[in-house]
């Protein structure tokens, strides 16, 4: 069975630019997450998809960033514009059932530098 | 307030010797998960395991095993005869029940330890 599918890997941009990450969950998981994790740190949640429905985005920072999941299998996290302290790695997880907490499992990650 | 605390930054052993790796938490009920990842130099979270709060037994898993106790609020993790490949950051994280809070069901990471086994 296939992981949680990310791209792209590395990101690597100047400030004020626009940049997006793709998520592709794994097949039948309902509930999809975007974390991130600054260097030396735990991730942290940015967003809980649950279907098309964004459940918890309270630490999205909805000035710059936004995020959609269309037809609720594969999700889109953007930022526009980037600024330096934007850089770090971005995680999706997805897990199967909605109605209580089940694992996570996690993609690779992208990993944005912005210059 | 729910918080995860893992005091052990960095951790460096010789192969073959044992290990573990602390996890302290913080949480405002009796229904809660707990979990522990690996994450290789390759960057992806490994899951490795998930304990419910109503589940106090240990758990074995080949050279894994897992020490919850709900007395001390700590779910630590020992790896025996340790090897190379173990080399990885060791998260543990805890989520709360999002039947039961509005913003539950998210994953609340601890700092992570970052072990290292050397040949």
């Known amino acids: 069975e296939a992981g949680v599918v990310q791209s792209p890997r590395y990101k690597i941009i100047e400030k004020k630019q626009p940049v997006a990450f793709w998520c592709n969950p794994i097949?039948?998981?309902?509930?999809l997450y975007w974390y991130l994790q600054n260097l030396g740190q735990g991730p942290e949640l940015l967003i809980r998809?649950?279907?098309?429905?964004?459940?918890?985005d309270s630490q999205l920072p909805k000035d710059r960033f936004s995020a959609e999941r269309l037809k609720g299998v594969d999700s889109t996290l953007k930022i526009q514009p980037a600024e330096l302290g934007d850089s770090a790695v971005y995680l999706c997880?997805?897990?199967?059932?909605?109605?209580?907490?089940?694992?996570?499992?996690f993609g690779p990650g992208t990993r944005l530098t912005v210059l | 307030a729910q918080k995860v605390t893992q005091a052990q930054t960095e951790i460096s052993v010789v192969e073959k010797e044992d290990v573990t790796l602390d996890c302290v938490y913080e949480?405002?009920?009796?229904?809660?998960?707990l979990f522990w990842y690996k994450q290789p130099p390759s960057g992806e979270l490994v899951f490795l395991i998930r304990?419910?709060?109503?589940?106090?037994q240990n758990e074995i898993s080949g050279r894994y095993s897992w020490n919850f106790q709900k007395s001390t609020s700590s779910f630590n993790f020992t790896i025996t005869a340790s090897q190379v490949v173990d080399s990885a950051v060791y998260f543990c994280?805890?989520?709360?029940?999002?039947?039961?809070?509005?913003?539950?069901?998210?994953?609340?990471f601890g700092q992570g330890t970052e072990l290292s086994v050397k040949p």
């Open positions: 997880a997805s897990s199967l059932r909605a109605g209580e907490v089940d694992t996570q499992y």
């Open positions: 097949s039948g998981h309902n509930t």
């Open positions: 998809y649950e279907n098309e429905e964004a459940v918890d």
């Open positions: 949480t405002r009920d009796t229904t809660y998960y």
């Open positions: 304990r419910n709060s109503f589940d106090e």
């Open positions: 994280a805890l989520s709360e029940d999002y039947m039961i809070y509005n913003q539950g069901g998210k994953l609340i």
